[in-house]
């Protein structure tokens, strides 16, 4: 097939490389233009950028596809069907319409649930039980298009950045599978009554409240890990709570119950297994807590 594949960030890349694995004719890739990264703040190329231009593939970096000049561009690559894995922008419907086969997307959830920016931190911090990907035919709305196809994983105590990478590669081979019997697939309609959404994380959402129950508090910080990262005030500095576990504790909200790092919470209490300090790598809890003491009975806000 000819494809026009679009997508920005590391999640899209195993299915990029699955469509080229696969001989797909791969006739320009669309990703977000280059942003500021690092201390220096130079440009730097998404990841998908830097897959394509190994791959020899014409990378395309629009900021914007509602110019008719733009649409025009796009069209005249004459694709049998546009693959979109998080490519950050919106499709205006001539996008939509020019393939012969339309835009296919690699959307991270089970649709309709979650639909929209964040699917893989909202289905861990609501305590979804499993999630997956669905190979969706795109339309105009946000995530409403039918479904041609669904793969499913358990969540159990993975974080985002793991599921993510989970995700990314269980979509990689649907996409490819769905690609080989599209003539088969038969679209099944959403069922609207069902969706919910996952708007864009906040970072005014990544401080941990200790008073809700220790259940939640854990999948908040696996939900939130490794970015933004839920945090909380330890001795006056913040840090980053990556991977927790729940165990058999309880006492004041915040309270530190003994001398390796068990927190009450509103019910219960976690133990933290990884965090960060600020300008610091990520560790475990031992090696944190070798660095930075934390004494029993102190509490963290």
């Not at 908040?220 to 330890?234: Q, T, V």
Request: aromatic fraction near 4%; charged fraction near 25%; proline fraction near 8%.
């Amino acid at each position: 097939m000819r494809i026009v594949f679009m997508g920005t960030p590391d999640f899209a890349v195993p299915t990029l490389e699955a469509l080229h694995k696969a001989a797909h004719e791969i006739v320009a890739v669309y990703t977000q233009p280059p942003r500021p990264a690092g201390r220096g703040k130079k440009l730097q190329p998404s990841p998908v950028q830097k897959v394509a231009e190994r791959l020899g593939i014409e990378v395309r970096s629009p900021k914007s596809l509602k110019s008719a000049e733009e649409q025009e561009k796009f069209g005249a690559l004459g694709a049998d069907v546009a693959v979109v894995a998080a490519y950050g922008l919106i499709l205006p419907q001539a996008i939509l319409d020019a393939p012969a086969n339309g835009c296919l997307n690699v959307h991270a959830s089970i649709l309709p649930r979650w639909r929209g920016a964040a699917p893989i931190h909202r289905a861990i911090m609501a305590g979804d039980p499993t999630t997956g990907v669905t190979i969706m035919q795109m339309e105009a709305g946000l995530d409403t298009g039918p479904m041609l196809a669904t793969a499913r994983t358990t969540i159990d105590q993975k974080t985002t950045g793991e599921l993510t990478e989970e995700l990314a590669h269980l979509g990689a081979q649907l996409m490819v599978g769905t690609l080989r019997d599209l003539a088969i697939h038969v679209p099944v309609a959403q069922d609207d009554e069902d969706a919910t959404y996952a708007p864009k994380i906040d970072k005014a959402e990544a401080r941990i409240d200790w008073t809700k129950p220790a259940q939640e508090v854990m999948r908040h910080i696996h939900g939130l890990a490794p970015f933004p990262g839920a945090w909380s005030e330890l001795d006056g500095e913040r840090v980053k709570f990556l991977r927790a576990e729940v165990v058999e504790a309880s006492g004041k909200p915040g309270e530190v119950l003994d001398d390796d790092l068990a927190i009450a919470c509103g019910e219960g209490a976690i133990r933290p297994l990884r965090l960060q300090r600020a300008g610091k790598p990520a560790m475990d809890r031992s090696d944190f807590l070798r660095g930075k003491p934390v004494d029993k009975g102190m509490t963290i806000a």
